[in-house]
Each structure stands twice: as structure tokens, then as C-alpha cells.
């Protein structure tokens, strides 16, 4: 009787537990150079630790995401599908067949300003999200889609010539954000979208990063901006990685800490690390003192 317990006992912990073994997930992340991390060394960073579908060697915000769940004792099977200065209507016609396949869960991030040819229209946005989620499904009923709301441009704010010079920084973010909410709207096959220009600005209102780099960057704050000015800085490709992370997994940013791995390989000042996690943890609504920390992997 006893061993006969023991076994209904053991069945039924394998069941809620997926056999006794962490079961992997598996994330694709579909981008252009904000994915990829252009003008920063993430970029290269750690490209073993991801599947670039494509073969160009890149790491970007996607090992990023891979070295936060490693950290976290999270299986993820991480995968990306990158090209600069492109927008997600190129990845469904160029590059479908390359990732149409099932995956837990697939963010998009589209071009920085909707569409090249006509900046701030979301029509073509929103076709193509609309028709990758589409795909995804058919792959995997249970797929979550998530498309990232990106952060604003200080080139386009700052600089004469563009549908948000003198407007505040703010309104390339706003604008992106109502075109994400205009593709999932009624579509429940769109998770919520991943808030990372909303975690920049802030960042911005609450004095941890500089605010103008054309004016100089104040001391003792963060440039979330690279040299252009328009791309991000390690710093920012950070706080991208944060939200992300956070709001897929469900785990509190804060968890990972001052000796947090990645930020270290990076060269990033720890308080500075510190401080984005804070920034995350707060946009995506974690009051509070953290949970305990991780199991770490290092």
C-alpha cells in the first residue's frame, strides 16, 4: 500500500513538473539593429549562447535576454532573425520561410519609425505584425507574440527635418507605442507589448539617464544613447534586454543584482546596472522590495 502511495505521489509531482526536468522554452526574436545592438559591443556579445538563423555571428539583446535566464536557472532556447534598417513587412516577405516554425514565444520589433518611406504611418506596421502573429499561430496555437514599443530618437527630436523635431522626446516612443496598440487591438494572439521606450523615458524622469545628448551628458547620469544618437548605448541595449526579460518570464529584474553577469562582461558600472533594474522593475509595475534572489549561474 505504501509503495503504491509513493507512486501515485511520484506521478503526480513528474506531471506538475514536466517530469521532473525544466522544460526549455523556446523564444525567437524577429528585429533590425535595435535587436542587434548596433554601435555597441553587444552586438558580438556571447553569439554562442543564441541561434542566429541567419549566420552572421550576432549576439545582441537576444544573449542578453539568454544570460538573464541562465542567471535566473531559466531554460530558454533563444533564436534570432535580424537585418538593419528593416521593418517587419521585410522579415514576412523575405525571410518567412527561415522562421516559420513553432515557438513559445516570438517578439518583433519593427523599424524605428513605423515606415521609412512615410514616418509615423502604421499601416504597413501593422499589416505585417498582424500577419506574422498570423503564421506564428499556425505553427503554435499557443505562441505568445510580443512586439516591442522601441525607445525615442534624439536625432529626430533634437535635430531639424523630422515629423518630431521640437516635439518632445517622448513622441517617437508615444507614436510606436499607439501603432503597437493598433496591431494587437481585438487580436488575442498579441501578449502585452514589451514597454521599453516607456522604461527610457523613465529613466529620463527620474534623473538616471541624461535626457539630450546634444547638449552635453550631465554628471553622474546615463547616455542610453550611442555616438548617432539615435541607436542605443550598452547602457540602453541593457535596459531593452531588463524589460524584455522581465516581462516574458515573469521574473523581477532587481533579482539579478549589482554582480549581475552580462553587465559585467560589458564593462558597466555596477550602480549603473543597478539603477536600470530599477527602471525595469518599476515600468513593468513591480512594487516594492524584490524577490530573493536567482539561483545564479556564473
Known amino acids: 500500500m505504501k509503495r503504491k502511495v509513493a507512486s501515485l505521489v511520484l506521478a503526480a509531482t513528474l506531471a506538475l513538473t514536466g517530469a521532473g526536468v525544466a522544460v526549455a522554452r523556446t523564444i525567437l526574436f524577429v528585429g533590425n539593429s535595435f535587436t542587434y545592438g548596433h554601435g555597441s559591443p553587444v552586438r558580438r556579445y556571447h553569439p554562442e549562447r543564441v541561434m542566429d538563423l541567419n549566420g552572421e555571428g550576432v549576439g545582441g539583446v537576444p544573449a542578453l535576454f539568454k544570460t538573464f535566464a541562465d542567471q535566473a536557472g531559466l531554460d530558454w532556447q533563444v533564436s534570432l532573425e535580424t537585418a538593419g534598417g528593416q521593418d517587419l513587412a521585410f522579415h514576412l516577405e523575405r525571410r518567412g520561410q527561415r522562421i516559420d516554425r513553432a515557438w513559445d514565444v516570438v517578439v518583433l520589433q519593427g523599424f524605428s ?136 518570464t515573469g521574473v523581477d529584474p532587481r533579482t539579478l543584482g549589482a554582480r549581475e553577469r552580462a553587465a559585467e562582461d560589458l564593462g558597466m558600472n555596477p550602480q549603473a546596472a543597478v539603477r536600470l533594474q530599477q527602471i525595469a522593475a518599476e515600468t513593468l509595475g513591480l512594487a516594492g522590495a524584490p524577490a530573493p534572489a536567482p539561483v545564479r549561474k556564473r
Do not use: C
Not at 146 to 175: F, I, M
Open 113 to 248: 519609425t513605423l515606415d521609412a518611406a512615410n514616418p509615423g504611418d502604421p499601416t504597413k506596421h501593422v499589416v505585417a505584425a498582424r500577419a506574422l502573429a498570423d503564421m506564428m499561430l499556425r505553427a503554435n496555437p499557443r505562441v505568445s507574440v510580443r512586439l516591442v514599443s522601441t525607445w525615442p530618437r534624439a536625432d529626430l527630436a533634437y535635430r531639424p527635418g523630422s515629423p518630431w523635431s521640437g516635439k518632445p522626446v517622448a513622441a517617437l516612443a508615444e507614436t510606436v507605442a499607439q501603432a503597437n496598440r493598433l496591431a494587437a487591438e481585438g487580436n488575442a494572439r498579441f501578449g502585452a507589448a514589451l514597454p521599453v521606450g516607456a522604461a527610457w523615458l523613465r529613466a529620463i524622469e527620474a534623473g538616471v539617464a541624461d535626457p539630450n545628448p546634444y547638449d552635453g551628458i550631465t554628471f553622474d547620469k546615463i547616455d542610453l544613447w550611442t555616438w548617432d544618437h539615435y541607436h542605443a548605448s550598452t547602457e540602453g541595449y541593457y535596459l531593452e534586454a531588463l524589460v524584455e526579460f522581465g516581462a516574458i
